[in-house]
């Protein structure tokens, strides 16, 4: 099992910036590919981004490209969302996932474990 805990969140304004974190525990973090997703009201879950096992790649939702970076820290077993020039349309709950196999993957069904989630909300 792996644990998965996210914190940063909050109410931020249009182009403001937040950074998530999302602390794991339970088994080795570096043997698993993490992503964030995100669920607005009403919309359905959707891929963010998402790193491999070392860091060494990422991948991004055209909608987030060149304005939100993911990283990790496996000595901390911490992964990241950095965020900036925020928008409305990025208010939703967001969540980290842990992803045992050994590519990324943007499929919500191929993420083992997932965490509770951290509001963001955006104003105009």
């Known amino acids: 099992q792996v644990q998965l805990v996210e914190s940063g969140g909050g109410l931020v304004q249009a182009g403001g910036s937040l950074r998530l974190s999302c602390a794991a525990s339970g088994r080795t973090f570096s043997n698993y590919v993490m992503g964030w997703f995100r669920q607005a009201p009403g919309k359905e879950r959707e891929f963010v981004a998402a790193t491999s096992r070392s860091g060494s790649m990422t991948y991004y939702a055209d909608s987030v490209k060149g304005r939100f970076t993911i990283s990790r820290d496996n000595a901390k077993n911490t992964v990241y969302l950095q965020m900036n020039s925020l928008n409305p349309e990025d208010t939703a709950v967001y969540y980290c996932?842990?992803?045992?196999?050994?590519?990324?993957?943007?499929?919500?069904?191929?993420?083992?474990?997932w965490g509770q989630g951290t509001q963001v909300t955006v104003s105009s």
């Open positions: 996932a842990a992803d045992y196999t050994p590519v990324i993957v943007t499929t919500i069904s191929a993420y083992d474990y």
